[in-house]
């Protein structure tokens, strides 16, 4: 009759096995070692440690004095503005957008070169009359005219007030 074999397994240490490799680590990273220890020198020799130490001390007044200013109003119509200007930047379209840089470069670059002498008024209207300058000033007054209907007071919630403010854009329409 057979004979069982008997197996016999050593009992595994996990503790042992990451100190023998803990151990010859040094040995097979060595470079790497060498280079973490001169980036650490670099560290502590420009002060970065200390740096890092009192930003974890100040954590508390940190965010206090980020929550404090985030909470201001200024700062929330600031990032209330930032998405909505983020929000009509991702509307255009690229192409478009690159064309207005373009003529703002081609424009605005050319400043300097232009004449001392400020042109004419007839010099300025026969302006007008080519194709570009058309296009360009029918795209400026529908934006206007946008702009003009987004300001009605009557699209807009009026603020209740006694007296009507001294800077308001219509006059000649009457308060409620």
Do not use: C, W
Request: hydrophobic fraction near 40%.
């Amino acid at each position: 009759m057979a004979q069982p074999i008997p197996l016999k397994l050593t009992p595994r240490d996990p503790k042992q096995e990451l100190l023998d490799k803990l151990e010859q680590a040094p040995a097979d990273h060595a470079a790497a070692l060498l280079d973490g220890y001169e980036l650490l020198q670099q560290l502590h020799e420009h002060g970065v440690f200390a740096l890092a130490r009192g930003a974890l001390g100040a954590t508390d007044k940190l965010v206090e004095a980020a929550s404090e200013g985030a909470s201001a109003p200024e700062s929330i119509r600031a990032m209330r503005n930032a998405i909505i200007l983020a929000k009509m930047l991702g509307s255009i379209d690229p192409e478009i957008l690159q064309g207005i840089a373009t003529a703002v470069d081609e424009t605005l670059g050319s400043a300097r070169q232009v004449p001392a002498e400020p042109p004419g008024l007839f010099s300025l209207l026969t302006g007008f009359a080519g194709a570009d300058q058309r296009r360009g000033l029918g795209l400026v007054e529908r934006m206007f005219q946008k702009i003009g209907a987004q300001m009605r007071p009557q699209m807009r919630p009026r603020i209740r007030s006694t007296e009507q403010p001294a800077n308001s854009l219509n006059p000649a329409e009457p308060s409620s």
